[in-house]
Nanobody, 115 residues
Framework: QVQLVESGGGLVQAGGSLRLSCAVS????????MGWYRQAPGKQRELVAI??????NYTDSVKGRFTISFDNIKNTVYLQMNSLTPADTSTYSC??????????WGPGTLVTVSS
């Protein structure tokens, strides 16, 4: 019954911005970790940004450009992406962890950045 649905992906030119949203429904007790991963064609999935027990970390390639946030009233995780480059082209997936340690994943949303 727990469901994560990402939205906000699309086509954007280099230098542009997108804001991804991840709506969490169904109820998860004690969310303590939430993050965004991405996977580009031919590459392994990589962690982009994560909030864990109040600490935020980003992969080096997005530091200063991306911002992760969580609205606990709307139960929505956001990823604000600025100064996008073609290297950011990927399918972005949202994940959350409850206090039990169980993880939940969304199906992903495609971001394409043109040069």
């Amino acid at each position: 019954q727990v469901q994560l649905v990402e939205s906000g992906g699309g086509l954007v030119q280099a230098g542009g911005s997108l804001r991804l949203s991840c709506a969490v429904s169904g109820g998860i007790f004690g969310i303590n970790t939430m993050g965004w991963y991405r996977q580009a064609p031919g590459k392994q999935r990589e962690l982009v940004a994560i909030i864990s027990n109040g600490t935020i970390n980003y992969t080096d390639s997005v530091k200063g450009r991306f911002t992760i946030s969580f609205d606990n009233i709307k139960n929505t995780v956001y990823l604000q992406m600025n100064s996008l480059t073609p290297a950011d082209t990927s399918t972005y997936s949202c994940t959350v962890f409850g206090s039990s340690g169980r993880s939940y994943w969304g199906p992903g949303t495609l971001v394409t950045v043109s040069s």
